[in-house]
């Protein structure tokens, strides 16, 4: 019997590039969605799915991070104490933060790509399968694309990677698409992974995005790719599962079903999310909503 998945690696060592100038001094990850951050929606998710140990790579000066899912400050919560009840609750609501998952926090010290913060976290994955995501994108709806990892592995008992259908203009060349032999709907027995294939090159229409579930043998396939690296070369992560595919070890593709890919590592996309979100907002949705529809109306 497999053993259950319970950790998780986050990637948030990035500068924030395209979300400049705001990113100079905040991490990109804090940036709110209405009122919460982008890392704690997915941290909120992975939780939802079983995961119990956290490990999020940050780069150095990331403090801001380890101080949300920490300790509130003793004058915030003063504050907070004498409001009132409803004062009471969001100091009760800061307070569960830190309580979510078992966190660690390490800082990746080492050159770009998607393949080091996983080496960085190494020391406190084992030998224990994991999930590895991404701190500026996640899927929402009805079905948990985390729990829809974990329940494809448990069943195939191979690395998963979550992958959505992308037809779109330009997508071919922006995202990377998987082929091979099809399981089930929306389920691949990969025999490739393409970068950014383009439209006439393309394996499937089935990208992959967002993150995986892998067991821990993909360290040694990273350390593997790495040693083929000229210096300043990024440490792609794809790289180390095509390694594994062409060692013949198993990869499945998973469509996640039942949820909407979100995503706010750009400008666009981030208002994109802000807004579709604010609009479903238990607090502000409705007055949201009429807002938009008037804002709209009135720019006719």
């Known amino acids: 019997m497999s053993k259950p998945i319970t950790k998780a690696v986050i990637a948030a060592a990035g500068y924030g590039t395209r979300m400049l100038p705001i990113t100079k001094v ?3 990850e804090i940036l709110p969605i209405v009122d919460k951050p982008i890392i704690q929606i997915i941290v909120e ?63 990746q010290q080492r050159s770009v790509g998607t393949g080091y913060p996983v080496l960085d976290a190494a020391p406190y994955i084992g030998d224990e399968p994991f999930i590895y995501a991404f701190a500026d ?35 071919y060349d922006k995202f990377g698409y998987v082929g091979g032999k099809q399981l089930m709907p929306g389920v691949l027995d990969v025999n490739e992974i393409i970068e950014k294939p383009g439209l006439a090159n393309k394996p499937s229409d089935l990208a992959s995005v ?31 599962l095509g390694l594994m595919l062409n060692d013949g070890k198993r990869v499945i593709a998973k469509e996640i079903v039942g949820a909407k890919w979100y995503d706010t590592g750009n400008k666009l996309e981030y208002m994109m999310t802000s807004v579709a979100l604010a609009a479903r907002h238990p607090e502000i949705g409705e007055q949201f909503t009429q807002f938009l529809k008037q804002f709209v109306k009135e720019q006719k």
Do not use: W
Not at 71 to 83: K, P, S, T, W, Y
Not at 138 to 157: C, D, H, P, R, V
């Open 210 to 240: 967002n993150s995986f579930l892998v067991t821990p043998e993909v360290i040694g396939y990273l350390h593997k790719v790495r040693e083929t690296l000229s210096s300043g070369k990024e440490l792609y992560f794809n790289a180390a």
């Open 26 to 28: 905040i991490s990109k």
């Open 137 to 171: 994108d996640f899927f929402l709806g009805e079905k948990n694309s985390y729990a829809q990892l974990i329940e494809t592995y448990e069943k195939y008992q191979a690395p998963v990677l979550a992958c959505e259908a992308r037809t779109g203009e330009g997508d």
């Open 45 to 107: 998710n992975l939780v939802q799915a079983g995961i119990e140990d956290i490990i999020i790579v940050t780069k150095v000066r990331k403090a801001e991070l380890v101080e949300y899912f920490g300790d509130v400050d003793e004058g915030l919560a003063q504050i907070l104490r004498n409001g009132g009840p409803e004062k009471a609750a969001i100091l009760e609501q800061l307070e569960s933060m830190r309580e979510l998952a078992n966190f660690a926090f390490v800082e």
